[in-house]
């Protein structure tokens, strides 16, 4: 059972267009963070949320944590080939436990 | 990231040698967590560990598979006897020792190959 889904699994846009990635659970998470991944790489934290609502900003990107802690967003305006890269959302149930993570949404940006 | 210490980088063994797969936290974390990932997966918990203590193991297979943490040290993830379904990238993350949110950095893997 995938607690933690993410959609679209795979996404090719092109430079300067806008995409949203989601990450939902039918479970409630005190926490879920977001990370990039890039081949050959470990994951990259990007962000943590933590409060039902939340909306944190990261230069392009915008982070939303659903009002019931089940689901978040991503999303990037204006896209560039930098971009192009392994989305993992992951949260934790509770403080403390391991991290579940999502299957990923692989991003490419072309020029 | 960059302080999270696994090595090897990549591990190359035959059909029913062992593997040692070693991880060294960011300064200041006492809490380990290994993960497995395969092509076109998301990474899948195994065990997690803090100094000397297994903390949740219900991720790591019963048999051929074991981690620890010493009190000094890395962390070893051992597999014995490997077949080529062991084969797959392994991670290790830390996070500081009362994580108000569970906030893992991940080191760059061990990337597994068995032959």
């Known amino acids: 059972t995938q607690l933690l889904e993410q959609s679209p699994q795979f996404l090719s846009i092109q430079e300067g267009e806008n995409l949203t990635v989601y990450c939902n659970s039918s479970s409630v998470f005190s926490s879920l963070q977001w990370y990039r991944q890039e081949p050959g790489e470990g994951p990259v934290l990007l962000v943590t949320v933590v409060t039902g609502g939340e909306v944190k900003k990261l230069k392009r990107l915008t982070f939303q944590f659903g009002d019931a802690r089940k689901d978040s967003s991503l999303h990037i305006t204006a896209a560039q080939p930098g971009d192009t890269g392994l989305y993992l959302c992951a949260g934790a149930v509770q403080a403390g436990t391991a991290l579940i993570f999502g299957k990923g949404t692989t991003l490419s940006v072309s020029s | 990231n960059a302080g999270v210490m696994q090595n090897p980088r990549h591990l190359v063994r035959r059909r029913g040698q062992e593997a040692r797969l070693r991880c060294s936290p960011m300064?200041?974390?006492?809490?380990v967590y290994w993960y497995r990932q395969l092509p076109e997966e998301g990474l899948k918990f195994m065990v997690y560990?803090?100094?000397?203590?297994?903390?949740?193991e219900s991720g790591m297979p019963k048999e051929r598979f074991s981690a620890e943490f010493p009190k000094e040290g890395p962390s070893i993830l051992r597999i014995q006897q490997v077949v080529r379904g062991d084969s797959a990238a392994y991670f290790c993350a830390s996070s500081p020792s009362i994580p108000r949110n569970t906030e893992a950095f991940f080191g760059q893997g061990t990337r597994l190959t068995v032959v």
């Open positions: 560990l803090q100094k000397e203590n297994i903390i949740d």
């Open positions: 300064k200041g974390h006492s809490h």
